[in-house]
């Protein structure tokens, strides 16, 4: 999310949330600000297949950025708006554990293993809201790996047995046609979905969203939530309303 008026807002909604007794955990990524800083030293952003090439020197850049200035940063908002919150990222007591994927030429990019959830539990029963950044540690060498954010936050849910997952993104939901927000579907189930994944109205970038709603909800989440973070109150209103803003998909 790059406009700084829109993250301050969700970030409100998000303490809001808190106040009124949800115990919201967030686990985030930060593509554009990595872009931002790897231009800036003159390293050369890559991707093969969606997946950022993580070569050491990125790797450093993903690691100090996320788990640095964007992880603090949501901190900061989440404190000015009147909650607290501790700022994390998943080599923290080993919070997210990973492998590096077997596809070697794209570096240092990892498949999650495992989670631990003891830290998170115990900092939300305290009343914090934990924000974890999406860098991964593998537990044999203790190398850090770039993990993609959505399957973290679907993860980390599965662990919690959370209630609800809500992936924030920049389109409005599944939609049958990607350029008519009318044809927005507001509620599907796994099978549903995955039918829409087999006639390829479900593609490219939001294959691997769906994917991971279906993964948490196979692991015992109730709900998953898919909205466009770039619209005002769009948690709020995906909460607290009957018809919601986005797609949710359920078992």
Same mark, same amino acid.
């Given at each position: ?93 080993? #919070?997210?554990?990973? !492998? %590096?994927? +077997?596809?070697?030429? &794209?570096?240092?990019? @990892?498949? =999650?293993?495992? $989670? ?73 189930? #796994?099978?549903?979905? !995955? %039918?829409? +994944?087999?006639?390829? &109205?479900?593609?490219? @970038?939001? =294959?691997?969203? $769906? ?41």
């Amino acid at each position: 999310m790059k406009d700084p008026m829109l993250k301050a807002g969700v970030i409100k909604d998000l303490v809001l949330l808190a106040c009124v007794g949800v115990r919201p955990v967030l686990v985030h990524g930060g593509g554009p600000e990595i872009n931002t800083w790897l231009d800036k030293l003159g390293i050369k952003a890559e991707f093969k297949n969606g997946l950022r090439v993580t070569d050491a020197a990125t790797m450093d850049v993903v690691e100090m950025v996320l788990g640095g200035r964007v992880n603090k940063g949501l901190v900061t908002l989440i404190q000015q708006a009147g909650g607290q919150a501790v700022g994390l990222c998943g080599k923290d007591s080993n #919070i997210i554990r990973a !492998r %590096q994927m +077997v596809e070697k030429d &794209i570096g240092f990019v @990892g498949d =999650i293993t495992s $989670v631990n959830k003891d830290l998170i539990v115990a900092l939300v029963n305290e009343e914090y809201i934990p924000v974890v950044a999406s860098v991964a540690a593998d537990p044999v060498t203790g190398q850090a790996l770039n993990v993609n954010a959505d399957i973290a936050a679907g993860e980390v849910a599965a662990a919690l047995r959370a209630e609800k997952l809500i992936l924030m993104t920049d389109v409005p939901g599944v939609l049958k046609d990607k350029d008519d927000i009318k044809t927005k579907y507001t509620a599907l189930d #796994i099978r549903s979905t !995955r %039918q829409l +994944v087999a006639d390829g &109205i479900i593609a490219g @970038g939001m =294959i691997p969203k $769906v994917e991971c709603c279906i993964r948490c909800l196979a692991q015992g989440v109730s709900a998953t939530h898919i909205i466009d973070g770039r619209q005002p109150h769009s948690l709020l209103m995906e909460l607290l309303t009957d018809t919601g803003v986005g797609t949710m998909i359920t078992g």
